[in-house]
């Protein structure tokens, strides 16, 4: 999955000849190792001599910081950009959308505003510190649905609070779009289960596109069979189970470990996500007995078991112990003693001594 990009950027020619820029967001902004350096050489690469830069959104949003900096290369082409909201843009993507001097919505788009998030973890002063980068992220976020918008401060803080989800007309009305587009067939893209779990308000038209059924008419899952297995588990939904591992996470004090166990169960069913929740807690235990509670969510996301952290920290405690020496030199101080063993010479004369005698 590293270096998969979460985004495309392609340059075509309009009908009237003109240079246009099209830029697809289509996942989680920021992952996947692809920060958004590389986006920007290449926006700058082909936007420079663009009459028209389209960016087209569905996505449910990811790294804020990553979003701040493709919110600032976009202005960069005032009266140029146009941004489209696709299926869904959400949290960080509704920040990218914002860049745009015309927004465009099909009438079963959706945008989301919320305040920003994240998982910390350290001693008071640290978590005081991610408290203060949060509240200032959150106010570079208000500056620009305040520049779009026109609303106030107090509007915005309270939306950003509830965490807010606009249809298209409701976008258009609160200011954040400016025009309503024929509705279109989304298809399951925004597929960010990290970010999934974080929100609390997800329409149930959202949570449909999520789960892969969206607008594209799948058929009904059929009803479950009584001749099945008693013992086999119940498929749930995404979302779901995402919900059950956070609820268990927060009841456990891992909230900082959730992203790593979505990643290592696959969400497969509630019984593997609650033994690994049991497993973190036991990981979370050895590392605070060994000093060393700030490696539980790594050794966590890394998929150890409670055997492989403790023989992990056991070398590390051995490796950071002085080595025993066996031939150790004695303390400067101390009398050296001089070893003298009988000599060749000593040996012959005491011979010559004996014979003389007898």
Known sequence: MKNRKWWDIR?????????????????EIG???????????????????????????????????????????????????????DGVAASAASLVVMAGHRVLMPENAMLMIHNPWTVAGGDADQLRAYADMLDKAGDGIMAAYRNKSGKT?????????????????????????????????????????RIIARLT?????????????????????????????????????????????YASCRTANLS?????????????????????????TEIAGVCLAAKKPELTAKFVSDGLSPTDVRARLYDQLV?????????ASPPSDAPVVQARGPSATDIYAARRGNSARK
């Open 319 to 327: 490796s950071g112990q002085p080595k025993l020496n066996n031939h």
């Open 201 to 245: 308000n997800i329409p149930e038209s959202v949570k449909a596109l999520l789960n892969g059924s969206g607008d594209s008419a799948a058929p009904p899952a059929p009803a479950p069979s009584s001749a099945a297995p008693q013992g086999d588990p119940v498929a749930e939904e995404p979302t779901a189970l995402l919900a059950h591992l």
């Open 31 to 85: 992952f996947y190792g692809m920060d958004a350096q590389a986006f920007m050489s290449q926006l700058d690469a082909a936007a420079g001599s663009a009459a028209e830069i389209v960016v087209a959104i569905n996505s449910l949003g990811g790294d804020v910081f990553d979003a701040f900096a493709i919110y600032n290369a976009l202005r960069r082409y005032p009266e140029k950009v146009t941004t489209r909201i």
């Open 153 to 193: 401060d107090d509007e915005l803080l309270a939306m950003m609070k509830a965490e807010t989800w606009f249809t298209a007309s409701e976008a258009v009305e609160a200011g954040f779009a400016d025009e309503i587009e024929a509705p279109v067939k989304i298809s399951a893209s925004a597929n960010s289960a």
């Open 256 to 280: 900082n470990c959730a992203e790593g166990i979505a990643l290592a169960t696959g969400l497969k069913n509630r019984a593997s996500i609650d033994a690994a929740v049991v497993a973190a």
């Open 11 to 27: 340059a075509s020619v309009n009908g009237q000849g003109a240079s246009v820029v099209e830029i697809r967001i289509y996942d």
